[in-house]
């Protein structure tokens, strides 16, 4: 099993779009926790996604417990993606089968999911004080290259 990046409940069509082209170029699985924001039908997924999401290897489930559920990941596969998690996201040493796992781009993971994971929270570092998050596209793409690295030296 490879790498993955988990999308709860994502809001804007264009970032998955964006993180499915992501997922097709690393060879990830894109993981979509519902409800969505958006239809996957919608242009502006299929725009973000270009003509590479019909190779995305997608995975829907109806909620997280279902996810959790299914998947049954052990707790160091999980890296749960908050911008005021304690550790940065250079600290740990991905296994080739983690699950990134990032929230709404609107108020991020449900405190439930965060609340049941402990240490397993991860920020990527910002230097300046006038940005208080990244995109979620980007953040989703800059963890996804970060947990690779060590299999690409």
Excluded at 100 to 116: K, N, S, W
Excluded at 124 to 140: K, T
Aim: net charge negative.
């Amino acid at each position: 099993m490879s790498m993955a990046i988990v999308l709860v409940e994502p809001e804007i069509p264009g970032n998955t779009g964006t993180i499915g082209r992501t997922c097709v170029a690393l060879d990830m699985e894109l993981v979509l926790i519902h409800p969505l924001g958006f239809d996957l039908s919608e242009k502006s997924v299929r725009r973000a996604g270009l003509d590479y999401w019909r190779h995305v290897r997608l995975a829907e489930f109806d909620d997280w417990a279902a996810f959790i559920a299914a998947r049954r990941p052990r707790p160091d596969q999980l890296f749960l993606f908050e911008d005021d998690a304690p550790d940065s996201f250079y600290t740990p040493d991905y296994p080739e089968d983690a699950y990134l796992v990032f929230g709404r781009e609107t108020t991020g993971l449900p405190r439930h999911i965060v609340d049941q994971y402990p240490g397993r929270g991860f920020h990527l570092p910002m230097r300046s004080p006038h940005i208080r998050s990244l995109n979620l596209a980007n953040a989703a793409t800059a963890a996804a290259y970060q947990a690779l690295r060590k299999q690409y030296r």
